[in-house]
């Protein structure tokens, strides 16, 4: 069975309440039940924090065990050299995900400092793009 870490950063813990017009009205928890449903073929563990030093210290737990990690880092993609860092530092492969397309909003959001060190990126697709990304890791 696979192992597969969904890590979100900050403000995601509000999905289904923040901005709907961008992230839509469903929960992650309501999303991440489909997903189990949809792959018992994985173990798909959860976690979610607003606090870069929390997120880097699952990275490390998780990144020498783990099949794969898919990572939504919230507004950390931008800013964020130590994540980046982290993910460089683990042999689990990481996929980079946003909900909404990025580069179709503020330029501040077109630089992730955490892509070059990841497997890949996907975008755009709302809630999908999380069930896109546990595609390419299995």
Known sequence: MKKIQ???????NLLGKR???????????SY???????????????YQSNIEGEMINKIHEV???????????????????ALHDAIKA??????EVHIS?????????????ISAACKGVILGFGLDSYRLALEALI
């Open 90 to 95: 683990v042999n689990t492969p990481v996929v």
């Open 101 to 113: 397309n990025v580069h179709a909003r503020e330029s501040f959001r077109h630089v992730s400092m």
């Open 32 to 46: 991440l039940d489909e997903l189990r449903a949809r792959y018992p073929q994985c173990e798909i563990a959860y």
């Open 6 to 12: 969904i890590i979100n950063g900050p403000n995601l």
């Open 63 to 81: 990144g020498f065990d783990y099949d794969g990690i898919i990572m939504n880092a919230g507004a950390y993609t931008h800013t964020s050299i």
């Open 19 to 29: 901005e709907p017009t961008v992230y839509g009205s469903a929960s992650f928890e």
